[in-house]
């Protein structure tokens, strides 16, 4: 749990460049707090007990404004910025140096029994807002934009974005941790489709005049 610990205090310090010094990172980082508590209650989900850790669980949401199911499993590196509002579901899987900005929901869509929130892969970044939902898995590598709802699972080296959300690949490129915090790099799908729909329009009032232009 220590070595976890220690991988998401330096987890801060590459991903945050507002972080100054440890001091300030152990006091005043709130997403650091809920990752520190959850490890502790995780602990005491994983020999048996259940009332504990949800007691413990629901006063670091109360603290932090961020609430993580003891049951969750969390890989190491794990990085929230800002983070009020973010909600981790029980049977949500996590892996390594994951990164997840404010209002971010990793939940179920209240259908599913058992295994019923996301599977998410090594070095993901979910953005501001952004819900993914039901047992579905997020590949390693991919951004997931803010606002998008992720309601299937997104292959590795991916980029989503929209509602539903939609994947843009970056086929053979991987998302490098300096690209991860640019979210001006993500495609505007539904710009994209507006200007398609505008040429279109253009092009089929211009071929009705020219059909009604005498020869």
């Known amino acids: 749990m220590f070595g976890e610990i220690k991988a998401d205090i330096k987890a801060v310090f590459e991903r945050d460049p507002a972080a100054n010094n440890i001091i300030e990172v152990l006091l005043a980082y709130s997403g ?24 413990i669980s629901q006063v670091a949401r109360f603290f932090t404004g961020i609430e993580i199911h003891p049951g969750a499993v969390i890989g190491k590196g794990f990085f929230i910025d800002h983070g009020m509002g973010v909600v981790i579901g029980e049977t949500t899987e996590i892996g390594e140096n994951v990164t997840l900005f404010q209002g971010v929901t990793l939940g179920g869509t209240g259908k599913e029994k058992g295994k019923r929130h996301p599977t998410i892969g090594d070095n993901v970044l979910i ?30 080296n991916s980029t989503v974005v929209g509602v539903p959300g939609r994947v843009t690949k970056r086929a053979g490129k991987k998302i490098h941790p300096e690209m991860e915090l640019n979210h001006r790099e993500l495609p505007d799908i539904i710009g994209e489709a507006l200007r398609s729909f505008e040429e279109r329009l253009v092009k089929l009032e211009k071929d009705k005049k020219q059909t009604r232009t005498p020869g």
């Open 32 to 55: 650091l707090h809920a990752i520190i508590i959850h490890r502790l209650s995780h602990s005491l989900y994983k020999i048996g007990l259940r009332t504990l850790p949800r007691i």
């Open 127 to 156: 953005g501001a807002g952004a819900k993914v939902l039901g047992s579905i898995t997020i590949a390693r590598d991919s951004m997931i934009g803010a606002g998008s709802v992720v309601l299937h699972d997104v292959p590795a």
